[in-house]
């Protein structure tokens, strides 16, 4: 990769950007704060789902003192069905730092913004660049696909080092002020609508057309090198809807882990068949009165694959191992992920149901 290459595309960039920029919730102002949330939100989310999420949060928690005080559970309600939850927990303790050792302003460096939880290179660099004006580079996967077929380089940007030398690289390069700022977006936006991760890139209407070396090539499929995935692990899960009178079992999640923290209904390793699942809440002591099937749902994360099998189960006692509420105070305030969203609408339809 020539540095030259990109010292010539750094002008184009940011001339195209100041004039094909979308308008974006978050591009209004550029308030540290907002930049911090719309980039925690982006990350592994598409822009469409987050506005709503992003101008509900911040009317609920409009200042950094806010979000360092909210309740958890009002906190994970705002975050529910943008999922990656570690994201949400890591804003609210970063926020805590940032009022006990910044005074409720996030710091203006790179270097100070990655020592806060939840803040990595990335991050970093997109806040000290656009909401601080520093020549720092953010690099996610639509950075390194523009980079790589800008130079035609046939790196694997799988490897970590390659991401490493295309920030350091970037740096080299990267202007100040206002301009580092249109560049950070001037990079993504280019990612996300013309450089496009899936089908033909739009070279004819790219600002780097004429010195883009995978374009002039007529090579753009060749980049970037990528080494396959891993294969995501499958998972069998039982999940169980348990009523003893008119209250639901809930379960919080350990604090560290896939959904950390998180509500969900209880449930149990493997596929059980009607009798296993009978057998199990017996066991646990719920003293199950009836257990039928109640369907079967399949979530994907990023490295897991859950395949769930649900069981709809009336109880006669109310283990304190589990949190028992109400259908609506579940439904009201309690934040589910989204991977048992299926079961969920389970709940919503008994509701409307009952009530109709
Ligand atoms: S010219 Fe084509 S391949 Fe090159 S950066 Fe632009 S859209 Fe991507």
Redesign the pocket.
């Known amino acids: 990769m020539e540095k030259k290459d990109l010292q010539t595309a750094v002008p184009l960039i940011v001339g195209w950007y100041q004039n094909a920029k979308r308008e974006l919730p978050w591009r209004a102002d550029k308030t540290p704060y907002h930049v911090w949330l719309s980039e925690t939100m982006l990350q592994q989310t598409r822009i469409e789902t987050v506005i709503p999420y992003y101008a509900r949060f911040l009317e609920a928690l409009p200042t950094i003192r806010d979000l360092a005080e909210v309740d958890d559970d009002k906190l994970m309600k705002l975050w529910e069905g943008l999922g990656y939850y570690s994201r949400v927990r890591n804003l609210k303790k970063a926020a805590q730092t940032v009022v006990s050792s910044y005074g409720g302003e996030l710091p203006g460096t790179a270097e100070d913004l990655r020592k806060l939880p939840g803040i990595g290179e990335y991050t970093a660099g997109a806040i000290a660049s656009i909401a601080f004006g520093q020549g720092e580079p953010a690099v996610d996967g639509n950075v390194l696909?523009?980079m790589m077929?800008?130079t035609a380089c046939d790196a694997d940007i799988m490897q970590p080092k390659v991401k490493k030398d295309v920030t350091q690289l970037l740096r080299e390069v990267y202007p100040e002020g206002e301009e580092a700022s249109d560049l950070t977006q001037g990079i993504m936006e280019?990612g996300e609508v013309?450089?496009i991760p899936n089908g033909e890139?739009?070279?004819a209407v790219?600002?780097?057309?004429a010195v883009?070396r995978?374009?002039l090539a007529g090579e753009?499929d060749r980049?970037p090198v990528r080494s396959p995935k891993k294969a995501r692990k499958e998972e069998e899960l039982t999940v169980f809807l348990l009523s003893c009178g008119d209250k639901i079992a809930l379960h919080r999640r350990a604090d560290s882990g896939l959904l950390g923290g998180m509500w969900e209904f209880p449930n149990a390793a493997d596929r059980m068949t009607q009798k296993e699942a009978i057998d199990c809440l017996t066991q646990l002591g719920v003293s199950p009165t009836s257990c039928e099937p109640c369907g079967k749902a399949k979530h994907i994360f990023t490295h897991i694959e859950w395949h769930m099998t649900g069981y709809r189960a009336e109880c006669r006692t109310a283990i304190p191992q589990y949190e028992w509420k109400t259908a609506e105070e579940i439904l009201g305030s309690c934040a589910l992920p989204s991977a048992f969203r299926f079961y969920r609408k389970l709940l919503e339809k008994e509701c409307s149901d009952k009530t109709q």
């Open positions: 696909r523009v077929r800008l280019l013309v450089c890139p739009k070279c790219c600002p780097l057309n883009c995978a374009h753009t980049y």
